[in-house]
């Protein structure tokens, strides 16, 4: 069992930053590949930005491209989602996930919130335009 805690979420102006944060419980946080997810009231959770075990390789929804950076520190067992020039249309709780390794990693099961294994509870991220 695997255990995930987001932070870093709050209040931003629109074009400002926030940089959140993903603990994870377990010794073995290298072995998943881990992912960001957003969701709004009456819609469906939207991937946002996927990483690799190693951090070689990362995915990215095409609407935060150049404005949002995952990345990972498996020696603190923690993911990262660095996001700039936030946008109001940024709003939403955000969610970190952990896929186990089983396939290749594609952008494809990056994106895909049925191929995750664990889920955070979600930090709110809120933008004021």
């Known amino acids: 069992q695997v255990q995930l805690a987001e932070s870093g979420g709050g209040l931003v102006q629109a074009g400002g930053s926030l940089r959140l944060s993903c603990v994870a419980s377990?010794?073995?946080?290298?072995?998943?590949?881990m992912g960001w997810f957003r969701q709004t009231p009456g819609k469906a959770r939207e991937f946002v930005a996927g990483?690799?075990?190693?951090?070689?390789?990362?995915y990215y929804t095409d609407s935060v491209k150049g404005r949002f950076t995952i990345s990972r520190d498996n020696a603190k067992n923690t993911a990262y989602l660095q996001m700039n020039s936030l946008k109001s249309e940024d709003t939403a709780v955000y969610y970190c996930?952990?896929?186990?390794?089983?396939?290749?990693?594609?952008?494809?099961?990056?994106?895909?919130?049925?191929?995750?294994?664990?889920w955070g509870q979600g930090t709110q991220v809120t933008v004021s335009s």
């Open positions: 990483i690799s075990r190693g951090g070689s390789t990362t």
């Open positions: 377990a010794r073995t946080f290298s072995n998943y590949r």
């Open positions: 996930a952990a896929q186990g390794p089983e396939a290749y990693y594609s952008q494809e099961r990056a994106q895909a919130p049925s191929l995750y294994d664990y």
